[in-house]
């Protein structure tokens, strides 16, 4: 009887050793795939920035037509056309695919949006009217200044540039 329960006994630490061995094994497994997707992501990021700090700058300099100050008082429709175009041209040649799905929604779409909805005025309003909007007249300078200021803002965020530095990483 007392053999028995020996046996058993060393059944039981058999089977256990070796599902804890079975246990640890799976654990390191996974641990490595999760290790290895977060090195994947980091990799990405780093890549995805540096492509990103490569082809905005590019896109921020087709947005200086429109500065707040001093404005252009010469800006024409003819201009905001060639604008419209130099946008989809960046877009589609240069780094459209680098967007953030957020820059594309909330900046660089309304942008454009804004764009073609002024391309189909009436050539007679004034783009920039002399600051007196009382009598109903749209700034359409201010609005693509402003959509242009979005879409900038945006691009910091992607690129995080305007992101303060961490305390804790201070030279003392």
């Not at 977060?38 to 200086?64: G, H």
């Not at 002024?118 to 300078?141: E, F, M």
Request: glycine fraction near 2%.
């Amino acid at each position: 009887m007392e053999f028995l329960a020996a046996t058993s006994i060393l059944d039981v630490i058999s089977t256990s050793t070796i599902l804890a061995a079975i246990l640890g094994f799976l654990a390191k497994v996974l641990l490595d795939r999760l290790t290895l997707a977060n090195k994947r992501d980091v990799d990405l990021d780093i890549d995805m920035r540096k492509r990103r700090l490569e082809a905005y700058p590019k896109l921020w300099k087709l947005t200086e037509l429109l500065p707040k100050w001093p404005r252009n008082t010469t800006l024409t429709f003819e201009e905001l056309e060639n604008l419209q175009h130099d946008l989809m041209h960046w877009y589609f040649n240069v780094g459209g695919f680098l967007l953030s799905r957020s820059t594309f929604d909330t900046a660089y779409r309304p942008l454009q949006d804004k764009l073609a909805e002024i391309s189909r005025l009436d050539r007679t309003v004034s783009i920039s009217p002399d600051g007196d909007q009382s009598n109903g007249a749209r700034d359409l300078y201010e609005e693509v200044r402003v959509a242009c200021s979005m879409l900038r803002s945006a691009l910091t965020r992607d690129v995080q540039s305007r992101r303060e530095v961490p305390f804790w990483s201070l030279n003392w």
